[in-house]
């Protein structure tokens, strides 16, 4: 019997001959080979290989598992991977794979489908699961509604520590992973919760309601996923019961799912801060990132031409000295480089909620600071090398005054532009990126231009 080529090589990355032979296996429809090649994977390697392989191949391999594939691996894909295979799947292949999954990982899968879909395999499934998707998909999207599992387990305060184990002990279709019971009135709002390792710790005849913390970690269910994910840094929690605006348990929400959230949260604002959708993935179409990426490129033309008329004020200047034409590149890239260090900074300080009115104008106070003793540095460094490369100390000093400024402006436009957008209520992360370009290109040329015309009577 062959051996079975391993998934990953030793450094980690997918092992070619497998993905050969798992692509062997699904062109020759041999369901019991490809049984064999993805015995034991977990979802997230599902995953992987599901990205890795065809697109012609993907929604065939769910097909030959037929009940074996696990659903939770859509999950781990691109959502354009997973809105490619869901396209290629019958409507009762989906029903039947969302029906074992955990509300919040179904969710994730529903979303991916147009409305008309969605209703279709809502229909197929049972009334109770039905109405806790339709439920959880009416709220907004990227809302603790989204991403929380309707699933938890909720007794009534005059239950006792017995009746409560005994009734976990003789439930059958328990939550898969859950760290605490909570505590709910008839009406179903929330009274307290009660910690796991707390109710094993006491005896059986205690009440609930003598155990229970009646100040229960919540969060709302129409609020954002990142201020709940905010919330769930700043506590250190695990887990927390969600609710909808008059106080009803509605779901709980846990920390596998809010790690999934500040991926996604960090994941946008680097691609953002490059000029590039959020939701931008390596298996989209050309077309489709093409046309995602020209308005950054685009306002970053804007901006260059602001800087090369600049340039054009001292046409003069630069035909009477070359030298400077040579060593602007410089100045230009030096400010660009010290702008986007604060930019990155600020952004991310101000997503995370570290930078705000009460500390703004102490950290701009340091980041100019900053931007003084990098600009000293770099106009000694720079200064010497140019005064000795076209023999003029005194076009050293030029672009020693220069950098100082350049690097100095860069800093201050770094973090004011960011807060000033965010002022405003525009995404920071997105906007900052061409003006804070704008200004470094702008106050550099002029600076080193304007400062050599002066000195050289040009």
């Not at 092992?15 to 798992?22: D, I, Q, S």
């Not at 191949?57 to 809105?83: C, N, P, Q, Y």
């Not at 009646?214 to 954002?224: G, I, L």
């Not at 969600?242 to 500040?262: A, F, K, N, W, Y």
Request: net charge negative; aromatic share 8%.
């Amino acid at each position: 019997m062959p051996v079975t080529p391993a998934f990953r090589d030793e450094e980690g990355e997918l092992n070619p001959e497998f993905l050969a032979a798992a692509a062997d296996a699904i062109e020759a429809s041999d369901a019991d080979l490809l049984q064999q090649l993805v015995e034991d994977f977990h979802e997230s390697e599902m995953g992987d290989l599901l990205e890795a392989l065809a697109p012609e191949h993907r929604h065939r391999l769910i097909e030959l598992l037929g009940s074996s594939f696990d659903f939770a691996a859509l999950t781990e894909v691109d959502e354009a991977v997973r809105e490619e295979i869901l396209e290629e799947l019958e409507t009762a292949t989906v029903a039947e794979g969302v029906r074992e999954l955990d509300s919040d990982d179904a969710i994730t899968i529903l979303e991916s489908l147009p409305e008309d879909e969605q209703a279709e395999v809502l229909d197929q499934l049972p009334a109770i699961e039905r109405v806790a998707l339709q439920r959880s998909l009416d709220y907004p999207e990227d809302s603790a509604g989204r991403r929380m599992q309707t699933e938890f387990i909720a007794v009534p305060p005059f239950w006792t520590v017995g009746q409560t184990i005994d009734f976990m002990r003789e439930t059958e279709d328990l939550p898969e992973t859950f760290y605490e019971i909570f505590v709910i009135d008839p009406a179903a709002h929330l009274l307290g919760a009660v910690p796991l390792d707390k109710l094993l710790r006491s005896k059986r005849p205690v009440t609930i309601q003598e155990i229970m913390n009646d100040e229960p970690d919540r969060v709302e269910a129409t609020q954002h996923q990142e201020e709940v994910a905010r919330l769930f840094e700043r506590y250190n929690l695990v887990s927390a019961a969600v609710v909808d605006e008059g106080g009803r348990l509605v779901g709980t929400i846990l920390v596998d799912d809010i790690v999934d959230v500040l991926e996604e949260e960090a994941d946008a604002d680097i691609k953002q801060l490059g000029g590039v959708k959020s939701d931008e993935e390596l298996s989209d179409t050309i077309l489709y990132i093409q046309r995602s990426r020209f308005p950054w490129l685009f306002a970053n033309m804007c901006t260059a031409l602001i800087a090369s008329s600049i340039i054009r004020l001292f046409e003069g200047s630069l035909q009477q000295m070359v030298a400077l034409a040579i060593l602007m590149p410089i100045v230009a890239s030096m400010g660009g480089n010290a702008g986007t260090q604060t930019m990155t900074v600020a952004v991310r300080a101000l997503a995370t909620r570290e930078l705000g009115r009460s500390n703004a104008w102490r950290i701009i106070r340091r980041e100019g600071a900053v931007g003084l003793l990098n600009g000293m540095a770099f106009a000694i460094i720079m200064g010497v090398l140019a005064g000795l490369w076209f023999e003029s100390p005194e076009l050293g000093l030029v672009i020693g005054l220069a950098l100082i400024t350049v690097l100095f402006f860069a800093a201050l436009g770094g973090i004011f532009v960011p807060l000033t957008l965010n002022r405003m209520g525009v995404d920071p992360a997105v906007s900052s990126g061409p003006f804070v370009t704008s200004i470094t290109d702008i106050v550099g040329f002029f600076a080193f231009l304007g400062i050599a015309t002066a000195w050289f009577n040009l």
